[in-house]
């Protein structure tokens, strides 16, 4: 028999980690994911020149259900010890939001439960590993999910197309997140995602998972530009098929299931004009506000009209920048957001392109939307700028 410190740490996991796994119950085709790389890696730029930093990499993340991650496991070699990997799984652990952390050395696992404040760690020989139906248990203690109602919410079925297209973790915790809430009696929701993170993708697979497990029958989907709701409707949202129509000319059909709307299409400043009325004020189970941060956060708009005629809904705001001053806040009608992803995640995670700041100087004695270029200064292909006032 080999001797386990002459193994590398991918050999511990093949001979000794994998079996141990799979000998619980978890299926390796859809359960079991080895070395799941979960960032893309740093975009770094140095002039005309791109290169991608470390992407971020679990050993094993454990999934439920596709989508629906509930552990995670990070492998080292023999010769360290059983522990060695455990602050390094913490840390992913709270990244993707994964409650049930292990750490390996071929031996056995060390066990932290993020669920139990006094004795979160424990060891385990490696014929002790949980099933996934125990470690569900403590996903959905983490979650705060009770009810079988609330676990028929969150185990739905992601929609998957047969492209192969999965959603990215933030997304995924963002997809889930939202689903948890609403299990669990929330019916006011806010997600803040930077602009480019898939906003819209998160919201059809929201809208699909409510809709599919019954939960919410009918839906619609608000935006306040037609290029937004063209996008849309031809985008994510297009496997709705005949189940979907787009509210167009002022005009009402209540046979179908899924609507898109101009907040504009359903309001108006004369009353008649005020169309989100012909439907009941129960007729929708859930409202989905695109860039809510535009018009839905002011009180006395005609867009938040529309939201307290269907307040019986449960209603989801997305924006990637959400308002707080004095006369306008999304926190005050949404609550605080159930999950914010932020453009420097973005860009730290390699999803996002990094930006450079261009200071403009302005004349003291020109407007703000005004410049005039100093003597000499030229453009990036070197070529001097006409010396002329800019608006």
Known sequence: MNDKKTLSER?????????????????????????????????????????????????????YKPNIPIAIVEAKDNNHSI?????????????????????????????????????????LSLNDFPTPEQLWIKYKQYKGIETREAE????????????????RYYQQIAINRTLEAIANGQDRIILVMATGTGKTYNAFQIAYRLWKSGTKKRI??????????DQTRRGDFKHFRDKMTTVKNRQVDKSYEVYLSLYQGLSGSEEEKNIYKQFSREFFDLVIIDECHRGSAKEDSA???ILEYFNTATQIGLTATPKETKETSNTEYFGDPVYTYSLKQGIDDGFLAPYRVIRVELGMNMGADQWRPEKGKTDVDGIEVEDRIYT
């Open 220 to 229: 619609l989907f608000l935006a306040d530009r037609n290029a937004l709701i």
């Open 152 to 167: 028929k919410i969150v185990i739905q079925d992601y929609y998957f197309d047969g492209s192969g297209r999965k959603p």
């Open 11 to 63: 050999d511990i996991c093949t001979k000794y980690i994998t079996p141990a796994i799979e000998k619980a119950g978890w299926n390796k085709q859809t359960q079991l994911l080895e070395e799941v790389s979960f960032t893309d890696g740093k975009i770094y730029v140095r002039g005309k020149l791109t290169a991608r930093g470390n992407r971020k990499r679990a050993d094993y993340i454990l999934y």
């Open 303 to 305: 867009w938040r009209e």
């Open 83 to 123: 522990r060695s990997g455990i602050q390094q799984a913490m840390d992913y652990a709270r990244i993707l939001d994964i409650p049930c952390v292990f750490s390996s050395n071929g031996d056995g696992f060390l066990f932290h439960d993020r669920t139990n404040n006094e004795k979160p760690e424990t060891e």
